[in-house]
């Protein structure tokens, strides 16, 4: 799996995409693996955004969601993982680029 894209700074990151299909606006789960933090409590946690086909649309979505808590994975669906991050839209990747900064 190719995890890893280049942000607009030039900085190599990995993030891990999930698509959860059916038409939805939110269909794409950006989960930002490199930029992980830690809570008060001590927990790793990474930054999760959400984002449709074309999120730089006046009626597009594209939103940060809120933290993924890897020991909580079980009770996260964001849906079926995206294997090759160059199959996504290019409004998405761009999106993602711009999000990992």
Do not use: W
């Not at 086909?53 to 979505?61: K, L």
């Amino acid at each position: 799996m190719n995890d890893v894209i280049t942000n607009v700074n030039g900085v190599r990151v990995k993030v891990r995409v999930y698509d959860i299909g059916d038409g939805e606006v939110d269909g794409y789960t950006i989960i930002c693996v490199s930029d992980k933090g830690k809570d008060s409590s001590g927990s790793v946690y990474y930054p999760v955004f959400a984002c449709g086909e074309n999120p730089f649309h006046p009626q597009g979505i594209g939103i940060y969601v809120g933290d993924c808590y890897p020991y909580r994975r079980h009770s996260y669906d964001f849906g079926k993982r995206v294997k090759d991050l160059a199959s996504l839209p290019e409004e998405v990747i761009k999106y993602i680029k711009i999000v990992t900064i």
